[in-house]
């Protein structure tokens, strides 16, 4: 049964929602980069005209707060590196060119050596393992990084992940290069995940139930219907939602719609027909 929840509600309330720091920034444009691509605009009808200037001037505003070392403030350049925002901010910077947004290429890249760098560590702190798991994905996704990396991650750092979404990043990275049964063993890890890493990725199990399902439908994995089933059941609870819970219900639905239009989903056995 479908997960109960208002796509173009969230959409048009994640629009509304006043500019602040670079979290909220991002969980604010980056459901938007899909708007279109589900079909309507938040009003119902049809895409909004201003859509493409507010997510470009997001953009700008994510790039204004990058650090000279390739990481990210939680409100302006000045401020501290903060590894997880650092790697949420390059994730939607990343799928934002993807889209066909302006995104300075040079700060792209200096975001991602930042990432290369805190993964060549020899140690980490278990904020800096939840971002380095989310940088893994993004990196992995644009082939920068080597698949050897990947590979020690998995069998050095998983366990280390305390967060459903950071486990279900590491199957991202893993399933980028091939590596099935990674990408297996991350995902159902994600499952079981304590979740004591969502303070150090500012998260929460209605967030991680979300990030989950939306990378177990990308991956086309058997664990989608019992991550839609915890995602099912946490939004039927949950009265309230935060800017970055919207946002990866928004990128959860937004990546089944995908995978059901490119092939028929495949859970527990039976197959899910596009649509459904």
Same mark, same amino acid.
Not at 118 to 141: F, H, K
Not at 163 to 168: F, L, N, Q, V, W
């Given at each position: 049964?479908p997960v109960p929840y208002d796509l173009h509600g969230l ?9 602040g720091c670079t979290e909220q920034t991002i969980s604010r ?121 990947? %590979?020690?991650? =998995?069998? !050095?750092?998983? $366990? ?5 979404? +950071? ?5 991202? #990275? *893993? ?12 995902? %159902?890890?994600? =499952?079981? !995940?304590?979740? $004591? ?5 500012? +998260? ?5 139930? #979300? *990030?989950?399902?939306?990378v177990a439908a990308a991956l086309k994995s058997d664990v989608? %219907? ?20 919207? #946002? ?29």
């Amino acid at each position: 049964s479908p997960v109960p929840y208002d796509l173009h509600g969230l959409l048009a309330s994640l629009d509304r929602y006043p500019y602040g720091c670079t979290e909220q920034t991002i969980s604010r444009a980056l459901p938007l980069l899909y708007v279109n691509a589900l079909g309507k605009g938040a009003d119902r009808t049809a895409p909004d005209p201003g859509l493409y200037d507010r997510i470009q001037d997001a953009v700008q505003r994510v790039l204004s707060r990058q650090r000279a070392d390739g990481s990210f403030g939680l409100w302006s350049a000045r401020d501290r590196a903060d590894p997880w925002i650092s790697a949420y901010a390059l994730d939607f910077l990343d799928r934002a060119r993807t889209e066909g947004y302006a995104v300075d290429a040079v700060a792209l890249q200096q975001s991602r050596l930042y990432f290369g760098n805190l993964l060549n560590r020899q140690s980490l702190s278990d904020g800096e393992t939840e971002a380095a798991a989310y940088g893994l994905a993004v990196l992995a996704r644009g082939n920068a990084i080597e698949p050897g990396i990947v %590979r020690h991650f =998995i069998e !050095a750092r998983l $366990d280390r992940v305390g967060s459903g979404m +950071g486990r279900a990043q590491v199957a991202l #990275a *893993a399933a980028a290069f091939g590596f099935a049964d990674g990408a297996d063993t991350a995902l %159902r890890a994600a =499952i079981g !995940a304590s979740g $004591d890493g969502r303070h150090a990725s500012y +998260g929460s199990e209605l967030r991680d139930a #979300a *990030a989950l399902v939306s990378v177990a439908a990308a991956l086309k994995s058997d664990v989608l %219907r019992q991550a839609a089933d915890r995602l099912r059941e946490l939004t039927i609870a949950d009265s309230y939602t935060s800017t970055q819970e919207k #946002a990866w219900m928004v990128v959860a639905a937004w990546e089944l719609s995908r995978a059901m239009a490119a092939a028929p989903l495949t859970v527990d056995g039976q197959s899910l027909p596009a649509g459904q």
